[in-house]
């Protein structure tokens, strides 16, 4: 699976919510396992794992029931609600590639049974996916439903760029990013809360960032040049806070693979 496989999905990707609960044949999972553990981290610094469940496996508030489950397990510390946004995007992107439907779950949670935390490591979140008979790709990008590159961007002359990060998912579909700096370097803020919303989004929000700067990645992978993350605190602008930045560099070699 190429780079630019993965890219061309940002654009025809959707969530899915009805699948056909067959599992998959053998041989699809043990193809998409190994891509799996080839995935790229945004910190390598922070240990995780993935698991897989089945139906019995999981329990929902939301009436979504898939053959299989994609979960992440991590370390809590530092940027590691990023890193699972960033590792669990490109399964997303992979199952979109291969016609395979996916969702991410933020209310979904390992069912009575099924532990929490594995080797240290504690449950974050967790994608189904499977197949369906429902449309799995969009055919335009007027389909997403999305905010103008002008709500969340001030950055001149990185609109194609910055397309494939405001086509990214996001729970609930807040979209609560914000791109600013230059061509150079890309500064990724998330959207302040108040009180009530951090309760409910102040963790998915930092996933949504994570998956936003693998888009990102990608789209800078797309025109040659290479992405690097840094995390040392910023500034943001007014109403917003600073999660990242992404240095834009002239190099041949590929930080994503
Ligand atoms: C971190 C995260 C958590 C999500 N949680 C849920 C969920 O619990 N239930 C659900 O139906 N969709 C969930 N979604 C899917 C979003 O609602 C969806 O991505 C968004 O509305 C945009 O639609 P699209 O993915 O079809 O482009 C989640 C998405 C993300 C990124």
């Known amino acids: 699976m190429t780079n630019s496989q993965l890219y061309n999905a940002i654009f025809r990707r959707k969530s899915t919510r009805k699948y056909d609960m067959a599992p998959l044949p053998a041989d699809r999972l043990v193809k998409l396992k190994e891509f ?3 995935a790229r981290p945004l ?6 794992e993935f698991a897989y ?21 991590s370390e809590k510390k530092g940027n590691y609600l990023m890193n699972t946004g960033f590792l669990l995007q490109q399964m997303d992107l992979y199952f979109s590639d ?16 099924v532990p929490m935390l594995m080797n240290g490591l504690e449950f974050v979140i967790m994608l189904a996916f499977g197949n369906t008979t429902e449309i799995i790709h969009r055919t335009n990008t007027s389909e997403f439903k ?10 001149v002359g990185a609109d194609a760029l ?10 609930s579909n807040t979209q609560a990013w914000f791109f600013s700096g230059d061509l150079d ?39 040659g ?16 806070e600073f999660m990242a930045k992404v240095k834009i560099s002239k190099n041949d070699l590929a930080r994503i693979r």
């Open 146 to 155: 999305r905010k103008n590159l002008s709500e969340i961007s001030s950055v």
């Open 36 to 38: 799996a553990s080839n």
């Open 162 to 171: 910055l397309e494939a990060a405001r086509l990214a998912p996001s729970a």
């Open 185 to 223: 370097v890309i500064t990724v803020s998330r959207k302040k809360l108040n009180l009530l919303k951090a309760q409910v989004y102040g963790k998915m929000n930092q996933i949504d960032i994570g998956i936003a700067l693998f888009h990102l990645g990608l789209s800078v992978d797309h025109i």
């Open 98 to 113: 291969n016609n395979l439907a996916s969702c991410w779950l933020g209310m979904a949670k390992p069912a009575k049974g």
């Open 225 to 240: 040049k290479m992405a690097s993350y840094y995390f040392d605190e910023d500034v943001a602008p007014n109403g917003y």
């Open 53 to 73: 469940l089945g139906s019995a496996d999981v329990r929902n508030l939301l009436p979504i029931k898939a053959p299989h489950y994609i979960c992440m397990y």
């Open 43 to 48: 910190d390598e610094s922070i240990r995780y």
